[in-house]
């Protein structure tokens, strides 16, 4: 494993976090006050602006990741006195600067999907402003080392999404998404602020590595209620299990790069919070009680968002669910408190941001061109947008799990560490969280079918006989984010190495964050403990090569059933009226079981018929029509109820964090 | 002394909490929000408080020999936090506004279009 | 009716949950040190001889702010010199915020003057509208313009007094609190929130009409973005001089060492506030509604 180098990195390196975070925001600025008139360079702007943050990160990535290099600046030269950090320092080590490519790379994307697609709106130089200033908020929320620097970043990115989430007001239901995340939402940024009154009360000092150094011998009823509310706050930002509906709500009606950039960053961001505080402040993620808390919490969010998603007859809220349900499989695989649990989670954190950025933006491209996302009246669009289908295909792909793509490879690694944790500790629950992990996959994939059939195949109806495809500047994205999703599903072992090795080694070596601040050997003095370093080997078939020929070849077969199944095994009929062709027809299919499959097998029949979206799985979704509709009536829309929920989460974890901590 | 102010941030907390849970009106979710707000202010502000000290600032004709100063970082703290809680306030009026306008009410239970 | 019981019941129990737990923290938050123990800190001494005093004892980052304050930063309010000085990156997230607020208000707010090319709609399940109805919005009132046709309701003679009377007194001591936020209680952010409620004296005593004429909503939006601009651009020179971030090295060692930030900040929340506030007072449009009734 690679050694943590410890000192201060000199140069210019040493700046590059800030001017990354800067960058963003001076961006903003200068939209607002420049690029009220002239597109181009309101476009060029945000374009300087986030190609020079994507790529400073990834210049950050040799020193820190590869060499070991924990980069800590402090803002005003304010250096720690003694043992007391009194400015406010920016730390980017490996797992910051893992999210900050993620931050970044989803930033950068989407800002080229909305130069088309935000063309015809009214005010565009709000948005770039509000984009940037989102965008700038998270990467400072990922970079920094302080914990009230992170709540004021946490308040930025807040503030700018429900914007955003609003910004096409006549848009039906925008204004309430909006309203519905904010509200909700205030109650994770006030449960942030408490804790952190509590913990500057009880040991004097805001920053991560100091807090790091002094919580292990500080343990209380108090710290333990600001264990509560801080895990509460970063769990409402990457909204788990009671404050899902927000989600739903926001993603359907924000723009689809909004909603990129909602599903795919602001989420993580939540669980970077999380990681923060379960490995790094209080390295309590290998108790028993915090692991099976935190792994049950996420398992229970993916199954439950899985099963919703089979109610919905809108796109983007579908694909919202299915969001959501991606986080708790990330959740779970970080809860389980083992270095592959980490590495397998980060994984499927980055894997989710390309993948889900691509649903999405083919969403927004299938709403640019059709207007409307009501799956009961979209159909036939893959002969129209065939380049958009194909895009969609993949990341469709990717979701559910098949090879070669990431998907596969991150949810592969989830169940092994899944599955060796339970082994290894006995606890049933962990079964049920393989279990709940499972079923969501297959779920997930049967979702996807039912979107894929109702959106894009069938027949093409007859109000979108003139639809186009999208422009190619909106495709780009969606290319490259396709690439991105090929190209980490054919060599997880080299995504392994760079990234994700060197950002779980950095989350489990709270003592490395510590030194780097103070100093080496102050961990050691305060007995924390180094991280064990144990890397595993994958189990099972992990060729992806194979994988892609087997997917190929069992693609040829299956088209080539298809394509011979439509033919009259070989036997052509010429007959000249339609009476004569009526029997032949009727004599070749003469030996089959039953007529209701020819339209199975011969392709389209004079009688149009259209199954719609929501009826694909109508058997299965009447057999458990009591579980949906209690389900159905639990999503009430209310804004009372979902703060309810979230009231009741807070109360929960509070009592279980103080009885059991 | 000190332990009044800290009950008493928890039940504004305690209280914006449960404004925004019940209430039907908007603007009094809006309000419960702040409250909330308030409350969390109030903690932080609190948190920095010693018995007998003054205020943080070297006013040298009123300082005597004994006397000693609060926590200055809760204070500045609780300044940012006041921002904040109005910016939000200011953001969640002005979706209000024109949730009025389109929906033509302010009850929540019938700005309830996005559910299932 | 049972799920609606059951729903009172959680909350209930939730909150108590939370009373409590928030208790238990209260009571050991009382119990033990409080933050900053300054008792043992002889203020006077420390005024006169800063460089004297070591803080190796120190029980806090508070200790060693107030310990070496006078001696790295030289003013006196030693909030101020932790907004501006030690923390003065969280100062620069919270302007941040302001002008995101100001954005995002002003995104929600806005009036199209055409529809929409595309309606959209959501699912069409259990709304009247259609694409067909798409709401068409009432004339745009441009700011500056007086409203046309009719006249605006005249306030009482009281409150025109009274605002012109204290609309300089609000403007002076706004600016007051600014300026002197290093010597005494105050600082960009309470000085710059004081000097914003001119707006509100004006639009109580001469209505939105007045608003319009006294103030201009987008030249304050401009220059507040460019005050932001320029606050930036103050913590980024220190990078060139060789030091950190966020770096108040223009009058380093003197009494306003964090001036420049400070009167920035002042600027950037009056401008910002003022702004905020025309927004949500234009789209409110009460002279409008007057108008109407007056005729």
Sequence with gaps: ?????????????????????????????????????????????????????????????????????????????????????????????????????????????????????????????????????????????????????????????????????????????????????????????SAVLVGIAILYSQLHTLNLAQLALRLPEANSPATAAAFAFLFVGFGSKAFLFPFHPLAADAHAVAPASISMIISGVITKCGVYGIIRLCYVLWQNMSLPAVSTAVTLIGAVSC?????????????????????????????????????????????????????????????????????????????????????TFLLFLIGAAAISGLPPFNGFASKWMIYQSVFEKAEESGNPVFILVLVLCLLSSVLTLASFVKVTQSVFFGPCRPEYAELRDVSAAMRVPMWILATLCVITGLFPGAVR??????????????????????????????HIPEAAKASETLIGCWEPLSWLWLLLTVTCAVCFVMVLGGRPFGRTVQADDAEERRQASEKLFAGLPDPKYESFFSGEKAEFSHVGGSDLFWGFKYSLRRYFSYMRRWHSGNVNDYTRYGIAALAFMLAFAVLCL | MILINYIAAFALIALGFYCMAVKKNLIKICIGMGIADYGANLLIVSVGFHDGGTAPIFTIGELTRASFFVDPVPQALTLTSIVIGACTTAMTLSLIIRLKEKYGTLNSDEIRRLRG | MNRKKISSLVLAASLAVILICGAASAVQMALGAPTYDGSGTDVTALYEHPESYDNSAADGVAAVMVNENMEKTAAKNVVYSVVFNYRGYDTLGESFILIGAIAGTMAILRREKRAPKQVVDYAGRGFGE?????????????????????????????????????????????????????????????????????????????????????????????????????????????????????????LSGTEETAMLMNDAVGYHVMAGICCLLILMLEALNTDRAEEQQTE
């Design chain 1, 1 to 189: 494993m690679m050694e943590m180098i410890y000192g201060q990195i000199g140069g210019a390196v040493a700046h590059f976090p800030i001017f990354a975070v800067i960058s963003l925001f001076l961006g903003a600025f200068l939209t607002a006050l420049v690029g009220k008139r002239r597109a181009l360079l309101r476009r060029g702007i945000v374009f300087v602006s986030s190609l020079v943050s994507l790529v400073l990160v990834i210049l950050m990535i040799p020193p820190v990741m590869s060499e070991g290099w924990i980069i800590t600046y402090w803002m005003g030269g304010w250096e720690p006195v003694g043992q007391w950090a009194i400015g406010i320092g920016l730390e980017a080590d490996a797992l910051s600067l893992f999210f900050a490519l993620i931050v970044t790379a989803a930033v950068f994307t989407a800002a080229l999907y909305s130069f088309p697609y935000m063309a015809q709106d009214s005010q565009p130089e709000n948005y770039y402003t509000l984009y940037l200033m989102l965008a700038g908020s998270l990467l400072g929320l990922v970079l920094s080392g302080d914990l009230f620097n992170i709540f004021v970043m946490i308040e930025i990115m807040t503030m700018t999404a429900v914007a955003l989430t609003a910004f096409r007001v006549d848009y039906d239901g925008a204004l309430e998404g909006a309203i519905k995340y904010m509200i909700v939402g205030s109650i994770g940024s």
């Design chain 1, 497 to 526: 190495n760079i990234l994700l090795a060197p950002a779980a080694a950095a989350a489990g070596n709270p003592a490395a964050y510590i030194d780097a601040v103070f100093g080496v050997g102050t961990a050691a003095g305060a």
């Design chain 3, 130 to 250: 259609t694409a067909a109805q798409a709401k068409t919005d009432p004339p745009v009132v441009s700011a500056g313009a007086a409203p046309e046709g009719g006249r605006y309701r005249r306030r009482p003679l009281i409150m025109r007094c009274g605002c012109d009377f204290l609309l300089p007194l609000a403007a002076v001591y706004g600016w007051y609190i600014v300026l002197h936020g290093a010597i005494s209680p105050g600082g960009g952010f309470q000085g710059g929130v004081l000097a914003a409620g001119t707006v509100l004296l004006v639009y109580l005593a001469y209505g939105l009409t007045g608003v319009r004429r006294v103030f201009h909503g987008g030249f304050l939006h401009a220059s507040e973005t460019l005050a932001e601009i320029l606050y930036v651009f103050i913590a980024l020179m220190g990078i060139f001089e060789g030091v950190n971030f966020c770096f108040n090295f223009v």
């Design chain 1, 303 to 387: 199954f439950i968002c899985v099963t919703m998603a089979f109610n919905q007859h809108n796109f983007k809220r579908l694909l919202a669910f299915h969001s959501i349900s991606q986080i708790g499989y990330v959740i779970a695989a970080v809860g389980l408190g083992s270095f592959f649990g980490l590495e397998a989670g980060l994984f499927h954190a980055m894997n989710h941001t390309i993948f889900k950025g691509l649903l999405f933006l083919a969403a927004g491209a299938v709403q640019h061109a059709a207007g409307t996302l009501d799956l009961d009246r979209l159909g036939g669009l893959a002969r129209k947008m065939p380049r």
